[in-house]
């Protein structure tokens, strides 16, 4: 009998990930690509984490640790909840994973069973999508408008709740693919709505520290319940370390723990020692943000004049989020037409919403300065070019 893939294997690609390896393929080639499809700082990893890091490896013994992670980082986590929230965690309610991929993972292997039904508003991260179905848990995707701030609202919940019981609500503030942050009072309103129907709340809070419109809000200051997913991927600019932390409810920290020790062992030692430098390079990472900072305003001047004009509140996290469907109805083709063209990678947008994508790119501004200059140089160029043509 011959091999087949699983069923759970036919998910949908990655797009930002398929767009990166083509990317590679023409710099391999010779050519000049300028990267704004994948949410990865441009910056090298801050001074204290390097440091940390040589200290690590001037030991000479990298092992195993405990599943939920070291304890020095996990008490470091939860004196920063209480220093920038004012919540008080234990360390012991904290698991140390494999990035926030491996957080997303153990959370929905530990707190869900198949067939379970997961709300999410759209747009969204496509990872979420993918790996709920491949666990055999059903997404249900809720188109999300500017007449909520593309917020998923409580009545939208309830009213799928009725119809048909929702296990758990994923959301993500800032957003991705937006940046867009959820006002406060939404978002006090999803979480009462959600505890008062025994639903989960996973929080995605893994672009916090880059907020730019607005303050961000950590979930654990609405509900003790919610379970918590970050990342030192992007704030800290350290997604190759592939190391992140999730806050959970005391129910769970036990099963993911059992489930943990199986799925990896544990989170790299190298990187959690590492990582618990970088809640002291603060001085650093505030300059990497100013840097996006002044990546996003330049697009937000420039994108309406090379015309681009509309676009999702970028309030953090370094995307825009555009709607090119005046340009096109099939943004996959325009996404590979600029990458192969003007040497521009950027995401086409049916990676995070499967209905209304197809008009939409996302561009990400994490990249450095010069390098978000030479892009708007290059797309406003080419668009000028289609215009006259």
């Not at 979480?191 to 809070?205: G, H, K, R, V």
Request: proline fraction near 7%; charged fraction near 20%.
């Amino acid at each position: 009998m011959p091999i087949k893939p699983s069923l759970r294997s036919a998910v949908e690609p990655f797009l930002a990930m398929d767009v990166l390896q083509r990317a590679g393929q023409l710099e391999r080639a010779g050519r000049s690509i300028l990267h704004m499809e994948v949410g990865q700082p441009g910056a090298p990893v801050p001074q204290p984490v390097r440091d940390a890091a040589a200290a690590a490896l001037r030991d000479g013994r990298i092992g195993y640790t405990e599943a939920l992670g070291i304890r020095p980082l996990r008490e470091r986590i939860s004196r920063y909840y209480q220093d920038r929230f004012g919540v008080s965690v234990s360390p012991d309610r904290i698991a140390i994973t494999t990035g926030s991929s491996g957080g997303f993972n153990l959370a929905f292997l530990a707190a869900l069973n198949p067939g379970d039904r997961v709300v999410m508003p759209t747009p969204a991260y496509p990872a979420y999508r993918n790996v709920l179905n491949a666990l055999g848990l059903v997404p249900v995707e809720v188109p999300v408008t500017e007449d909520t701030r593309w917020a998923l609202t409580p009545d939208q919940l309830l009213a799928l709740h009725d119809e048909e019981p929702v296990h758990a609500v994923l959301i993500a503030s800032p957003a991705n693919p937006s940046g867009t942050v959820m006002q406060s009072a939404d978002f006090q309103f999803l979480i009462d709505a959600c505890s008062e129907n025994n639903i989960l709340f996973i929080s995605d809070e893994i672009y916090h520290g880059l907020v730019f419109e607005g303050a961000e809000e950590t979930a654990l200051g609405h509900s003790d319940d919610a379970l918590i997913i970050n990342s030192f991927s992007k704030y800290y600019c350290m997604t190759g370390w592939r190391i992140g932390w999730m806050v959970l409810p005391e129910v769970l920290v036990r099963p993911v723990e059992r489930i943990a020790q199986s799925l990896y062992i544990s989170a790299p030692e190298l990187s959690q020692r590492a990582a618990i430098a970088a809640f002291d390079a603060t001085d650093e990472l505030e300059q990497i943000k100013d840097g996006y900072r002044r990546n996003r305003a330049r697009l937000l001047d420039a994108f309406p004049k090379i015309g681009i004009p509309d676009f999702l509140p970028v309030d953090g996290a370094f995307y825009l989020y555009a709607n090119v469907g005046h340009l096109t109805d099939d943004s996959a083709r325009l996404s590979a037409a600029l990458l192969e063209d003007i040497g521009l990678a950027v995401t086409p947008g049916a990676d995070f919403d499967q209905e209304r994508g197809a008009r939409y790119l996302r561009f990400s501004f994490a990249g450095t300065e010069a390098a978000v200059e030479e892009a708007i140089e290059r797309l406003g160029g080419w668009l000028s070019a289609k215009r006259n043509a």
